[in-house]
Nanobody
Framework: QVRLVESGGALVQAGGSLRLSCAASGSTFRINTMGWFRQAPGNEREFVALIRTGDSTTFADTVKGRFTISRDKDKNTVYLQMNSLKPEDTAVYYC??????????WGQGTQVTVSS
């Protein structure tokens, strides 16, 4: 089992920045990728970014150039740095972990609200 706890969500003005954190505990040695998804009201959950064990990254087109993802392996924590935030970035952001065996774990979510 892998447990995930997100933090860092807040209300911010358009153009501002936020950094989300997700701390993993439990069987962290099983972790392959760590990433973020988001879900806005009335929408499906969508992919935002991920980082692999070798530190390669992938981003959704909607956040490329504005968001970065990083990982502190010693702390088993993944960070999502969000810059130049837009109102359409408003959503609940969920941390996601996929293990080497393909098991998927989710955090409880953290609210990000961007005001115009």
């Amino acid at each position: 089992q892998v447990r995930l706890v997100e933090s860092g969500g807040a209300l911010v003005q358009a153009g501002g920045s936020l950094r989300l954190s997700c701390a993993a505990s439990g069987s962290t040695f099983r972790i392959n990728t760590m990433g973020w998804f988001r879900q806005a009201p009335g929408n499906e959950r969508e992919f935002v970014a991920l980082i692999r064990t070798g530190d390669s990254t992938t981003f959704a087109d909607t956040v490329k150039g504005r968001f970065t993802i990083s990982r502190d392996k010693d702390k088993n924590t993944v960070y999502l740095q969000m810059n130049s935030l837009k109102p359409e970035d408003t959503a609940v952001y969920y941390c996601n972990v996929v293990t080497h065996s393909g098991s998927v774990y989710w955090g409880q979510g953290t609210q990000v609200t961007v005001s115009s």
